[in-house]
């Protein structure tokens, strides 16, 4: 046999029966979902997160206030070491504590970086 027939021979096992043997393997008995699973599996299955179909926790309004001042504090402090002028941090927490101003704050957000692509 000829070197370019070698290499026709090797095309089409490569570009035909391999295909063909991928889909019999998925077809034939389930054999595809099976592949890299069973006792010997390198990464076993992951098991269902605890919370899964629950919707989150509650969260204590006092508490989110708290955290919001708090880290508007730390932002305004930061600020204030650059030379840039300090937060009004009680304007900010009403700002963004109001009924969906988060929603809104991040679509801002994400349409900012989204336009700076």
């Not at 979902?33 to 926790?57: D, M, Q, T, W």
């Not at 900010?92 to 900012?112: F, H, M, S, W, Y």
């Amino acid at each position: 046999m000829s070197p370019t027939e070698q290499c026709f021979v090797v095309l089409l096992l490569t570009g035909v029966g391999a295909p063909v043997a991928g889909l019999l393997l998925r077809r034939v008995s389930g054999g595809w979902n099976s592949v890299g699973k069973g006792r010997f599996a390198i990464e076993p299955p992951l098991p269902s997160p605890r919370g899964a179909g629950r919707p989150a926790p509650r969260v204590d309004p006092a508490i989110q206030a708290a955290e919001v001042r708090q880290m508007l504090a730390a932002k305004s402090a930061r600020r204030q070491r650059r030379g840039e002028a300090p937060l009004d941090i009680e304007a900010e927490t009403k700002r963004l504590l109001a009924p969906g101003a988060v929603e809104a704050e991040t679509e801002r957000q994400l349409a900012d970086f989204i336009g700076s692509r």
